[in-house]
């Protein structure tokens, strides 16, 4: 498929430092013209369909998505399901670049993470290959992410604004030039200054048809991020903010509303076509988003989430008891949601009862967009050096799938045999499963052969350059991390760490809160947890700063930093495996789950 004409650059997206930023970017706003080419002689009538295009949580990934990260599951009529293969950015552009035909007011939006824990072709080059995908894609707007502080304000302040990366300069020796689009961050504040770090919402326009965006991501972003990231910054409550700017986009005469809201929720059903709203449905949808949902104020007529990397689309009252639609489309390019807004230009507001939203599949059975083809070989041309050096190899898939994963415990394992390269004295070593990003594929991706695990597949497992910490804690100290995995900020989606080989202990998830974790199954290299000794822990920096809601990892004492954790892994399939003797997966039987 030829590419698509790009869109003239809207480089109107910078930071907005000042009070007079917002009064400056409202007048933007307001001064955009009509289109110039609006017959005179034909006016439009009262309704106009506006076609909504939106996608969340890509992570940078360009390529294909392989495994169970590039399927979706699909519910068939007779009520059995089927998996399909799906993603990659050379299908999306294409399935988006149809789905655009015969709909000249369409608009393409994103529910943040757009980069982030990205596979290597883009997280090596600090996801500059995915915001330029991104333009080709002529995405409008986004919410940023919890991911898009992984590097920081200022890098995600590069990212909009352009610029060469200030450690590792211009890749081949071209300026990055930035997003086209804006990133909105409306709920993320300066605390010196107390105002947004980003631009809080953008306004579309087009022959008199006016919606507007508001962008937040979480306001639990800082407990799962690296404390470096978010340095400075303050997160504030998604509805909240939502209905303050809402107010002022009403006072700009801006009436109809879209939030992009980075948090989301869980559907009863995996199935990407699931119908939250058919009879018989179940329950429909559960977890962080219904609550924000019913406190976005009615003058909001659509949200488009994201985090949770599930697929749905649902109603969800708003305050006053309309239905309102809400939708999320999965991640990793798999899904695009289309949805039709239909805009009263008497009123400016939308007919919300018309209201019409469907996920759809980024199947690879269409033509791959060339422009995509050629972005994503000029940018592997750089990688491939680094990218194809094998560094290990295994004998099967290693799954990252499960309670307690293959994938996990083999990182844990890593991570406890370089802790003891460190201090002989490591004890064991935990691992957070949100920081295992992938598995590892038996079947090779390129020419390398069938089991050899490569630098830019470890990269794809653990793409944040998180470094292996080193920390004493009490045995009542490392019991209740145990106990933290099911029970605080846990308790209602549990995180289950990834243990060592010689850590053992029974999950009884028929209990509630700390009383699933089964004190005294609790065993170390078989032997019961002394509440008064110590422990050597091996954990990542994020974990020893207390990110995933286990704030007693960050009382560590004795602090000793390593490499990050990429070597780590690296190290240990490098030493533990051969093309003769590749690494068997980890069988994730250390934790016995009872259900």
């Known amino acids: 498929m030829p590419a698509a004409p790009r869109r003239p650059r809207r480089r109107t997206y910078g930071l907005l430092a000042t ?193 507007g965006f508001i962008g937040v991501t979480l306001e639990g972003t800082p407990g799962i991020v690296s404390a470096d990231g978010i340095k400075g910054l303050t997160f504030k409550d998604e509805a909240e903010t939502i209905n303050k700017y809402a107010k002022v986009l009403q006072r700009q005469g801006v009436k109809s509303i879209v939030a992009l809201i980075h948090e989301g929720g869980f559907p009863a059903s995996g199935s990407y076509n699931y119908d939250c709203d058919s009879p018989g449905a179940g ?23 994201g985090h949770t990397h599930t697929a749905y689309v649902c109603t969800i009252p708003d305050p006053s008891g309309r239905p309102r639609m809400v939708t999320s489309a999965a991640s990793f390019g798999r899904l695009y949601t289309d949805t039709t807004l239909t805009y009263d230009r008497r009123t400016g507001d939308i007919v919300r009862t018309a209201v019409k939203s469907a996920n759809h599949v980024v199947t690879r059975d269409v033509p791959k967009a060339q422009d995509m083809t050629d972005l994503i070989g000029r940018w592997n041309t750089l990688a491939a050096p680094i990218g194809n050096r094998a560094i290990g190899y295994i004998s099967a898939d290693v799954d990252n799938t499960g309670t307690e994963s293959p994938m996990g415990d083999l990182i844990a394992d890593a991570q406890l045999a370089y802790g003891r390269e460190l201090d002989p004295k490591t004890s064991l070593a935990l691992m957070n499963p949100g920081g295992v990003r992938a598995g590892l594929t038996y079947a090779a991706k390129g020419a390398e052969g069938d089991g ?18 080193l920390q004493d804690f009490t045995g009542a100290q490392l019991v209740q991390v145990l106990k933290e995995q099911v029970s605080g900020p846990n308790a209602a989606a549990v995180k289950i760490l990834q243990p060592s080989a010689n850590l053992t ?3 009884d998830l028929t209990k509630s809160g700390a009383d699933r974790v089964v004190t005294d199954s609790i065993r170390l290299n078989g032997a019961p947890i002394d509440p008064a000794a110590t422990y050597r822990v091996a954990t990542n920096s994020f974990l020893a700063g207390g990110g995933d809601g286990f704030p007693t990892l960050a009382q560590g004492t004795g602090d000793l930093v390593g490499t990050d954790d990429l070597t780590a892994l690296e190290k240990y399939l490098t030493a533990n495996s051969s093309a003769a003797n590749p690494i068997t997966p980890p069988k994730a039987d250390r934790i016995t789950i009872v259900q």
């Open 283 to 305: 329950d429909g949808i559960s977890g962080p988003i219904v609550d924000i949902a019913k406190n976005v104020t009615p003058a909001v007529d659509a949200l488009v989430t």
């Open 452 to 469: 050899v695990v490569t630098y830019a597949e470890g990269f794809t497992v653990q793409p944040f350059a998180n470094t292996v910490n």
């Open 19 to 211: 009070a007079a930023g917002l009064a400056t970017a409202a007048a933007l706003t307001a001064a955009l013209p009509a289109d110039a080419h609006e017959s005179h002689h034909h006016r439009p009538g009262r309704y106009q369909d506006v076609q909504l295009l939106s996608f969340n949580d890509l992570h940078g990934n360009l390529e294909p998505p392989s495994g169970s990260s590039g399927r979706v599951t699909e519910l068939q009529p007779d009520g059995t399901t089927k998996t399909v293969d799906a993603g990659g950015v050379e299908y999306l552009a294409t399935h988006l670049r149809q789905a655009r035909e015969g709909h000249p007011y369409s608009i393409t939006a994103a529910g943040g993470d757009m980069v982030g824990a990205s596979p290597l072709l883009s997280g090596l080059f600090h996801d500059e290959p995915t915001i330029e995908a991104l333009d080709k894609l002529d995405l409008d707007v986004t919410s940023v992410g919890n991911h898009e502080f992984d590097e920081g304000a200022r890098e995600l302040a590069r990212l909009q604004n352009g610029g060469c990366h200030p450690t590792d300069g211009c890749y081949a020796g071209k300026r990055f030039e930035g997003a086209d689009f804006p990133y909105l961050a409306a709920n993320v504040l300066d605390e010196k200054t107390g105002r947004p770090i980003l631009k809080p919402y953008w306004v579309w326009q087009k022959k008199g048809v006016k919606i």
């Open 505 to 507: 202990y029974t999950l």
